[in-house]
């Protein structure tokens, strides 16, 4: 491939990808495998994996290996690695993506298996995958981790203390691994603002605009998070380590 595409071209790469049966993960396990890569899809369910890997191989002829994992449990990991090793003998991009925020009304309702779980899946468990395929992608002369972080780590709301703490350990946790991985191994974080994902559906606030004081006056459309997940997937961002890449809308 020549011109500006070659950089996005991910052609024979092996993507994995958390929490990529749906929302913002199933769009960027499907833009990975239209640029070329085989892909894997792991979240707890392992039917869902299956509808969508069937949906990515259908459309793009690219492989997608489904896998049932639970990235909060430390014990489940090793064996998701091991499984995509196995099938295509490498990985070079790892998507940290998988995540959860529980609703409760005051502060005292998180309980702390609630709390534990929030931390475990959004940060302990992308730790522990990062640490696990990072050294591997070390050992191959290099790879890209991709932590999918949120707005929230940086203006966190009442209502999702918890699951900020969370994301901003895993903004923190961006640059040590940048450091320790590097350099052939690049990591940064990922930050999208409020996407109209499945979660969307239960968002009520009458007939008021909650995304007037963004830049871009609304919340964002799954697909519009292709560009910068692409971006850090390839090496268009081969000098990019380390930091964070915003798609949030210009949430001020």
């Known amino acids: 491939m020549d011109g500006p595409g070659a950089l996005f071209d991910l052609t024979d790469r092996v993507v994995l990808v958390t929490g990529g049966s749906r929302g913002l993960g199933r769009e960027m396990a499907l833009a990975a495998a239209r640029c070329g890569a085989d892909v894997v899809i792991a ?16 459309e793009t002829g690219r492989t997608a290996l489904p896998y049932a994992v639970h990235v909060g449990h430390w014990d489940e990991l090793d064996g998701l690695i091991e499984a995509v090793y196995d099938r295509f003998g490498r990985l070079d991009v790892l998507v940290n993506n998988a995540g959860m ?12 298996k609630m709390f534990d779980a929030v931390v475990g899946l959004n940060l302990k468990g992308p730790f522990r995958l990062s640490a696990l395929a990072g050294e591997r992608m070390v050992a191959a002369g290099g790879g890209v981790i991709i932590n999918v972080s949120t707005h929230g780590s940086l203006r966190p709301h009442p209502s999702f203390i918890p699951y900020a703490a969370a994301k901003a350990g895993l903004n923190a946790m961006t640059e040590g691994l940048a450091a320790a991985f590097g350099p052939t ?27 007037g004081h963004f830049a871009l006056r609304r919340a964002g459309k799954p697909p519009e998070i292709v560009g910068a997940a692409l971006f850090l997937m ?19």
């Open 43 to 58: 979240s707890r369910k392992l039917d869902s994996c299956r509808a969508t890997a069937a949906e990515i191989e259908a």
């Open 185 to 211: 191994v690049r990591v940064n974080t990922l930050m999208p603002g409020p996407f109209l994902t499945d979660i969307a559906k239960a968002w009520d606030f009458g007939d008021t605009n909650p995304f």
């Open 101 to 112: 925020s529980p609703v409760y009304d005051k502060q005292t309702d998180v309980t702390e």
């Open 234 to 252: 390839s090496d268009a961002s081969s000098y990019t380590t380390g930091s964070i890449l915003r798609a949030d809308g210009g949430i001020p």
